[in-house]
């Protein structure tokens, strides 16, 4: 049986962190306790894995990292565990679950969020003693408030992204029938030698900064790290502040989530913002690549 997860906002078996030592041990003891009341054994449910639908004109590619499962009974957070799952319920009889899909935040293990944007799934499950029942795949959307105010999968014939002044490698489109490409004709691709040695690339259009959360989803494949980060605007001034650095992936792809919102909001008077990506050719490599793929941002109109 799968250990759940505990991810730092939230304790698996407990909804909420307990400040003092021994407050937790009071808790832990009438845990236990409900555990051994009237009914003694559990029942389990397994969920293997969850996978993304999507409208494609509207909200871009289906890719998805799905990793974890936040799991509530009759709305009492059970816990969130790294898929595929198979937990204890202390339930029986049908009982109304619901399972919000999870991600790593920022690719990082330790900052694993329920993902807002997703639909979580929910369904009338029937519950047995020392009997699992089994939800499967399981398949979520993309929530009807979430607003995708930029969407670049490299299949249009312009592009979305602009090399600044500064840059001496540029951003292109794999050839059609490239086994570099990841999904569909066509991925992006920056190549770095002795005089291609320094990238800046920022989107095209400038966003209004929303008063929601915002996220940058992206896939990528690197054989160099790459800093991005934002570009915030105010009336007579500008900010431009990394966020995360990627590194190198060696050949395989990656999706990841990155939370622009904080970054979004550090500076007052700021009101819109790019995104940006930067980086130098890494020392030890005489020549290194970039490869993007499904660029969004993802939020909720806020008027």
């Known amino acids: 049986m799968r250990q759940p997860i505990t991810p730092m906002i939230c304790r698996t078996r407990y909804p909420f962190h307990l400040p003092f030592l021994v407050l937790l041990t009071g808790f832990l003891f009438v845990s236990c306790e409900k555990f051994t009341g009237d009914q003694e054994i559990p029942a389990y449910l397994s969920v293997d894995s969850i996978y993304l639908s999507t409208d494609y004109s509207k909200q871009g590619t289906n890719s998805q990292n799905i990793t974890d499962v936040w799991v509530y009974v009759d709305d009492e957070f059970l816990g969130a565990y790294e898929l595929p799952a198979r937990f204890p319920v202390l339930k029986s009889g049908t009982h109304a679950v619901k399972m919000w ?52 999968d490299f299949e249009s014939a312009g592009l979305s992204l602009d090399t600044t002044q500064r840059s001496t490698a540029y951003i292109d489109k794999t050839p059609a029938g490239s086994p570099l490409t990841f999904q569909g004709s066509h991925s992006g691709i920056v190549r770095f030698d002795s005089i291609h040695d320094f990238l800046e690339v920022q989107t095209h259009e400038i966003y209004p900064i929303p008063l929601s959360s915002v996220f940058l989803e992206m896939n990528f494949n690197t054989t160099n790290t790459v800093t991005v980060g934002v570009i915030t605007y105010g009336i007579s001034t500008l900010a431009q502040t990394p966020i995360i650095t990627l590194n190198r992936t060696n050949g395989v792809w990656k999706k990841i989530y990155i939370d622009l919102t904080t970054t979004l909001n550090a500076y007052t008077g700021m009101n819109s913002f790019r995104v940006y990506l930067g980086t130098f050719k890494d020392s030890d490599h005489q020549e290194s690549m970039l490869l993007f793929d499904n660029f969004k941002i993802v939020t909720r109109k806020t008027n």
């Open 101 to 152: 899909p999870g991600v790593k935040k920022n690719g990082i293990s330790a900052t694993r969020i329920a993902y807002e944007y997703y639909t979580p799934i929910q369904r009338n499950i029937n519950f047995k003693e020392d009997s699992t029942s089994a939800a499967g795949i399981l398949k979520t959307t993309y929530q009807t408030p979430a607003f995708f105010a930029w969407l670049e």
